[in-house]
């Protein structure tokens, strides 16, 4: 039954999900108000943020009573599709009610001079004036753009490498990635280096951020692709940087966490996002 009947439409957006059928101590009628929430949300009806209607309208709607339509909504909050606002409310999860702060003054530039540089790293010196403090001269170290691919497999498990990392002298698990080329689409970057360092082609990858890992005196723009499926083509044809490749559970990724294996802020940021979405949308980018 149309969300439309009920309430008006929300902001624009979907989760790719996949119906449930049956859920485990759930009755029929339970399940059947179960999946008609759940396609509010993947067909985008109810995009991200969007209030439900309140329960006294869902039960209208809904083959369920107020207990069991509440079991319901329990489930959708566990699952990570619905969080409570308010006492009473559900909203869909990935809105954003945090506002931005207005009227603060950014730093200002003077200006630059490059002290070193070459294919590799470049080290600037900045000429800032932060609000309220006297002119200096700040370090900015500039880096390459990276792509880094987390991609799972059927029975939840992610394609890792055990290498190491001279720089810390240790040892650990890692997503593969690598350096975006001059012109190269940063997704393609990001296929072509599992193949070159894992050799397992992904079926398909999907973007899910762009972030800076030390943004206070660096700039490395890193980008993050997620997908499900990979195809295995050869050995790894990097041999630079591949290491010992496996499928790692993600229910091990806390534990690998907790230990202290896992190695770079790309990995930690995927891992981390593919943990906070299990069960919406599987491996693919929130909202």
Known sequence: MPLSDLTQRGYAGTHQTTRVESAPRMGPKSTEAYNEIRSWIESGELGPGSKLPSERKLEERLPVRRTALRQ??????????????????????????TQAPEGLAPWKIHGRRTIYENKWVDLDLVDVEPPGVDRFEHHLVRLHHVAIAAVVDDRD??????????????????????IVDDGEDARAAALREVEEETGWRPDALEHVVTYQPMVGMVDSPHEVFVGRGATRVGEPTDQEEAGHVEWVPLSDIRGLMAKGDLLGSGTLVALLHLLANRGIGGVTAAG
């Open 72 to 97: 319901v909504l329990a489930r959708l909050v566990s699952e990570g599709l619905l969080v409570v606002h308010g006492r009473s409310s559900y909203r869909v999860a990935g809105g954003v009610s």
């Open 157 to 178: 498990r992610v394609l890792m490498l055990w290498r190491y990392r001279f720089v810390t002298q240790s040892w650990g698990w890692e997503l593969p990635g690598g």
